[in-house]
């Protein structure tokens, strides 16, 4: 089955300093990734869509200077917290499907949870 | 009112009944239909997909749709304790990649 890679599962870093998070398909190329934050006891909530060799797509009030996104290939998309402060302390998961399979449901990585301090 | 609903629980149920998840979604042009099972702490594992109008089974477990209520739902026979954790709806609507998700049903399975 479709295999997502992500990495690091957990990560501690200071105020003002950056983290990347990296998300492999593994056996499968996927043109889309999809990065969601989940804080505790919550649902997952869509944070952007990392497309393929174009600029990622923010949903509502996520700060893409913040939060950058890099899809470089077709199985590694990066997200960078830039500037960490305690308030982004959350799990951190992407997500991804085969190309060209629609009806296919999506893949999550394992998740990088992020602290903060 | 929101795309996905569910039924935020806690669902209690004892070991070896059926336990039944309800979802409801709003966007009519919906397609794809998902279950996603979360253990605390860790990611959603993908466990059922339909995409036509009826059942589907797999093991315990049994998805249903009925696209004219534009209802989903999940059923789990013989439940067992390691059925405990929240279950996620989640919705594809056709033409677009983005899966919507609802909140989740938080079930436990009493032994």
């Known amino acids: 089955g479709a295999v997502v890679s992500q990495h690091p599962s957990r990560v501690i870093c200071k105020s003002g300093t950056s983290v990347k998070i990296e998300c492999r398909s593994l056996d499968f190329q996927a043109t889309t990734m999809f990065w969601y934050r989940q804080f505790p006891k919550q649902s997952l909530m869509l944070m952007a869509t990392s497309n393929e060799g174009s600029k990622a797509t923010y949903e509502q009030g996520v700060e893409k200077d913040k939060f950058l996104i890099n899809h470089a290939s077709l199985t590694l998309s990066t997200l960078t917290v830039t500037s960490a402060h305690p308030e982004d302390s959350s799990f951190y998961i992407c997500?991804?499907?085969?190309?060209?399979?629609?009806?296919?449901?999506?893949?999550f990585g394992s998740g990088t949870r992020l602290t903060v301090v | 009112q929101k795309e996905v609903e569910q039924n935020s629980g806690p669902l209690s149920v004892p070991e070896g009944a059926i336990a039944s998840l309800n979802c409801t979604y709003s966007?009519?042009?919906?397609?794809?239909f998902f279950w996603y099972r979360q253990y605390s702490g860790k990611s959603p594992e993908l466990i059922m997909s339909i995409y036509s109008n009826g059942d589907k089974e797999d093991g315990r477990f049994t998805a249903q749709l009925n696209k004219a209520s534009q209802y989903v739902s999940l059923l789990i026979r013989d439940s067992q304790p390691s059925d405990s954790a929240t279950y996620l709806c989640?919705?594809?609507?056709?033409?677009?990649?983005?899966?919507?998700f609802g909140t989740g049903t938080k079930l436990q399975v009493i032994p």
């Open positions: 997500s991804a499907r085969e190309s060209g399979k629609a009806n296919y449901g999506y893949t």
């Open positions: 989640a919705v594809n609507s056709g033409g677009y990649q983005k899966v919507t």
């Open positions: 966007d009519r042009v919906s397609q794809s």
